[in-house]
């Protein structure tokens, strides 16, 4: 009989009993496998012990991947936006302020100055897997603390890989190398984007296109497989395993099968889960832990109360409450598997001495058997340190630590919302236009150097992939008709330059990440080369083509990113004429005497106006070169943002109630000639399918007004003229009783 057998038997079978009797006792169960790995293990000569241990080692990593995916399945990327900030803030400041006490306490104990720098980073890094398994058998898994727990420890682990990077660097030149270190890691920041945007625009439509071939077998097949693919894929793209295991679960977590994939993999979670636990007490050595009880002890120490200090303070500084910042303290307080990671490296590059590892190993296994007790506590820690504090702090720290709405009014201003939509639209779509342009140069060219094409006809080809690749993203990318640059360029005319220049910086981004690709394919002079790409760039830009196959691919991807939560059905719909408002204003203050086609609030402000009130005589859909007059009534449409800037720009004051669109029809339902706001469903026979807005007809046909378009449940407002109406798309038209009973005449009905 094969040994893994014998020795998978002896695990379990004591595990089992140990497990019983922990469980008998109310006892975490992690602490009992830990408990039976130590008795099976081989410092433990009285009893069975395992025979095959590198068999083992590969079992406990397979547990290690099976938890992160397990875990992903449960925190997908909308748990991890909704605490990102507070995540980010502690997790920095945890990582950053443990390096600095590791190195220290090295130092102090004695230790050479790379021992300490890697004790450090071993120290910076908590544990998933225990913090998991101990949250699953306390039952905290679903309390708020813990989602931000989760959220620290997924921004750990990208810390942790960049970590590695930095201490590779450092121990093979002995200083750090500010240009390779900032190229590596800016690699592996691009390398992270483009997977997670790549995965949430293939994986979930592949996974509908196949449904129904997925009964239980085929979706528990499929689900490991993308899993550990995806370590497969991180491991080559520099990544850890557990962190391509964790991104496949959350990838997964967003769409429709999250819930089953969950179920299914239940089992597969608990057997390899206790498997890892159980090689951890394998490595428990009594004598070692005698040798170097003292730096042991003085380690365990440190880690518990720096880490449940520096993590507390981390959590107390993104503005969350002293209750939860205890809670999340106590959780995170101890080191797991990353600082196994850590040592190997430091290791395996001779940097660092033997004697780290088993000492790292025992305080590991030491603070795992504490975490529990200190999470199970974490309450009466808090009113502790609560009774302790000086009145005075405590005061301070509740002002300070104010409620989330205060701290959203607070926020709430013009510059800060565009500020922060700048970087996020610039980050995302210069990583997207970076991507292609890698893809081009380091895939596409390799993959036609093996075709009988010549050099040149290689490149040109790969160039032009690359121009409209990145000709895609540089209108969503240049971003000038968002709400918030029209708010701040029609508020002050001050902002105006500001506004300029960080377009411009836009510009300057946009050729750079194309200027060098295609003068390493083209061999262009610069200077000539610099012309072109603006030119092309400024041709791009105003490319309706290109806009309307952007906003196509963009509607997608929200519908994969979002779609387990549009599974709702309607409950979870957020429809296009509740996103619209209504606004009513006077010609005297739209300065009247100018045509609409002048005043241009369509391109300015995104703003229709649908009706003039002149008189006793309502003029519905006014053309472009109807003239305003004094007395005129207008009704307008569009957002509550672009309507507010359309009154700043008017010098009017903003008013603070709208109806929706939605509310403004249902009021006019007695009215004589009332406004009717309707979706048509696009099919596969209709006249509209595979037509665009520009050429479908209905504004001519039907006197009515296109506002947008419903695709996958998602409301695209204000589409490009040129995009394509698909089948299973829903056409939102704005008209009067005309236009409903011409719809109905042209056999077209409401959905």
């Known amino acids: 009989m094969p040994k893994l057998i014998s020795d998978l038997a002896i695990m379990l079978l004591t595990a089992g009993v140990v497990a019983v009797g922990f469980k008998r006792l109310k006892l975490p169960l992690v602490l009992g496998y830990i408990l039976a790995g130590f008795l099976v293990g081989p410092y433990m000569p009285w009893f069975f012990t395992v025979a095959d241990k590198a068999s083992i080692e590969t079992w406990s990593e397979i547990g290690i991947i099976v938890l992160m995916f397990s875990l992903g399945l449960e925190f997908n990327l909308h748990k991890l936006a909704s605490v990102g900030t507070t995540a980010v803030v502690t997790a920095l400041t945890e990582v950053l302020g443990m390096l600095a006490v590791g190195y220290l306490v090295g130092q102090a104990l004695g230790w050479g100055m790379m021992d300490s720098i890697f004790l ?291 926020k709430d201003s013009d510059w800060t919302r565009y500020l922060r939509r700048y970087v996020r639209v610039t980050a995302l779509f210069g990583v997207l236009m970076a991507g292609v342009t890698l893809l081009g140069q380091f895939v596409l060219v390799p993959l036609l150097g093996r075709t009988p094409l010549e050099e040149r006809m290689v490149n040109l080809i790969a160039a032009a992939f690359c121009v409209v690749g990145v000709g895609l993203f540089i209108r969503p990318m240049l971003d000038l008709h968002s709400t918030e640059f029209t708010t701040l360029w029609v508020k002050s005319r001050g902002y105006r330059l500001p506004l300029i220049t960080l377009t411009a910086l836009r510009y300057v981004l946009i050729v750079f990440i194309v200027f060098l690709p295609l003068q390493s394919l083209l061999g262009i002079s610069g200077i000539w080369l610099l012309g072109l790409l603006i030119v092309v760039i400024f041709l791009i830009e105003r490319s309706g083509w290109l806009s309307s196959a952007y906003i196509s691919a963009e509607a997608r991807f929200m519908a994969n990113f979002n779609e387990r939560s549009l599974q709702r059905g309607d409950e979870g719909t957020e429809w296009l004429d509740e996103k619209l408002y209504v606004q009513q204003l006077d010609a005297a203050e739209a300065q009247s005497g100018k045509s609409l086609r002048q005043l241009d609030w369509g391109n300015r402000f995104s703003v229709n106006v649908v009706q003039i009130t002149r008189g006793r005589k309502r003029l519905f859909m006014p053309p472009a070169n109807t003239e305003l007059r004094t007395g005129d009534r207008l009704l307008l449409i569009g957002q509550r943002e672009e309507l507010r800037s359309l009154r700043m720009s008017l010098g009017l004051p903003e008013e603070m109630e709208l109806p929706t669109l939605r509310a403004f029809t249902e009021g006019q339902k007695e009215a004589n000639d009332p406004f009717y706001a309707t979706a048509i469903g696009v099919g596969r026979d209709s006249e509209l399918a595979g037509k665009s807005i520009r050429n479908c007809g209905l504004r001519q046909k039907y006197d009515c007004m296109i506002l947008g378009l419903q695709r996958d449940k998602l409301p695209i407002l204000q589409p490009d003229v040129n995009m394509t109406m698909q089948p299973g798309d829903l056409v939102w038209v704005l008209g009067t009783r005309r236009m409903a009973e011409k719809l109905l005449a042209g056999g077209f009905s409401e959905d």
Not at 182 to 200: D, E, H, K, R
Not at 354 to 372: E, K
């Open 120 to 410: 450090g980073g071993m120290l910076s890094m908590s544990s998933t897997t225990i913090i998991i398994k101990a949250f699953d058998e306390l039952g905290v898994r679903q309390e708020g603390f813990a989602q931000l727990v989760f959220g620290t420890l997924v921004i750990e682990d990208i810390a942790g890989i960049f970590m590695m990077i930095i201490l590779s660097t450092v121990s093979v030149s002995k200083n750090i190398s500010g240009g390779a270190l900032a190229l590596q890691l800016g690699m592996l920041v691009l390398y992270l984007a483009l997977w997670l945007i790549l995965g949430i625009y293939i994986l979930p439509t592949l996974l509908r296109k196949a449904e129904k071939f997925m009964n239980d077998e085929t979706l528990l097949l499929a689900s490991l497989g993308v899993c550990f693919g995806m370590v497969l894929l991180a491991e080559a793209l520099g990544f850890s395993s557990a962190l391509g295991a964790f991104l496949a679960g959350s990838l997964l977590a967003g769409t429709v099968h999250a819930e089953r994939v969950e179920h299914l993999t239940s089992g597969v979670k608990d057997l390899f889960g206790s498997i890892f636990f159980l090689s951890v007490g394998m490595l428990i050595d009594p004598a070692m832990i005698v040798k170097y009880l003292v730096p042991i002890l003085i380690l365990t120490v440190v880690t518990i109360v720096g880490k449940l200090i520096i993590s507390s303070l981390g959590v107390l500084l993104s503005g969350q409450s002293l209750s939860k910042a205890i809670r999340c303290g106590c959780s995170l307080a101890q080191i797991g598997e990353f600082a196994f990671i850590i040592a190997s490296l430091g290791m395996g590059l001779g940097v660092i001495a033997d004697y780290i590892y088993p000492i790292i190993v025992s305080v590991s296994v030491i603070t795992t058997l504490t975490t529990p007790f200190f999470i199970k506590n974490s309450e009466k820690i808090y009113r502790l340190v609560r009774h302790v504090l000086p009145s005075g702090l405590a005061k301070k720290l509740e002002r300070y630590t104010q409620s989330d709405d205060d701290r959203e009014r607070e």
